[in-house]
């Protein structure tokens, strides 16, 4: 069984300052990692992914996700945030034999403050 | 291309009673998968859809079932609605079966169980 850990359920950060979200997983497996943001209103749209490779993984809208296997973590960060970045965030993995199914995290609630 | 699309977006209905939700996929995706989205238990996976062939499922009672048809368009059923049944029902498309693809999400249907 998988499961994942986001831990910061809400993050107040100042527009341009940076920010990171922080995600801890635990499977037996190996998996990929995702992560998802949702505006209000709105279905989950995917920011990046890891399947292999390069541990550092670049997405849309400038962020960023490091996957680090000895901590079973895969953290996300932006240099500068902008007040269109507040929305929640979701990690998730999925087991390369499972198919399309994805655990989720329990969402990080980013709020952007001019 | 026209992203996934959900039908309906807002519904009420009355414990005891039942209910369908639509997911049209992008086209040409075949694989379909449902999530429930609570404040209390988050996004949790009801099930994967691939060429009309149930592939996964989520740990939820048999009062929900879904099905796929030949032009991968899904729908969910939830018989005996309970109020413990509300929730934002999210649908995702993905071209193939296998994990690690991207995942489109639709934007949602909110079911208000009352």
């Known amino acids: 069984a998988q499961s994942v850990t986001q831990l910061d359920s809400q993050v107040p950060v100042f527009e341009e300052a940076p920010v990171e979200l922080r995600c801890n997983y635990s499977?037996?497996?190996?998996?990929?990692l995702f992560w998802y943001v949702q505006y209000p209103n709105q279905g989950l749209q995917l920011l990046l992914k890891?399947?292999?490779?390069?541990?550092l993984v670049k997405g849309i809208n400038g962020f960023e996700a490091e996957f680090n296997k000895s901590q079973t973590s895969f953290h996300l960060r932006k240099p500068s945030v902008h007040i269109s970045d507040t929305a929640e965030y979701f990690c998730a993995v999925s087991d390369p034999a499972a198919g399309n199914k994805l655990t989720f995290g329990g969402g990080t609630r980013v709020l952007v403050k001019p | 291309k026209a992203g996934v699309t959900q039908t309906p977006r807002y519904l009420i209905k009355t414990r005891g009673q039942q209910v369908t939700l639509s997911c049209s996929p992008i086209s040409g995706h075949r694989s379909v998968s449902w999530y429930q989205q609570t404040p209390g238990q988050g996004l949790q996976f009801l099930f994967e859809y691939f060429s009309e062939t149930q592939r996964n499922k989520g740990n939820f009672p048999g009062r929900f079932s879904g099905r796929q048809f030949s032009n991968s368009r899904s729908e969910m059923n939830v018989s005996t609605l309970e109020l413990g049944d509300s929730a934002l029902y999210l649908c995702?498309?993905?071209?193939?079966?296998?994990?690690?693809?991207?995942?489109?999400f639709g934007p949602g249907t909110r079911l208000t169980v009352t």
């Open positions: 499977s037996s497996v190996s998996v990929y």
């Open positions: 890891y399947l292999s490779g390069s541990t």
């Open positions: 995702a498309s993905s071209f193939r079966g296998q994990g690690g693809n991207e995942q489109y």
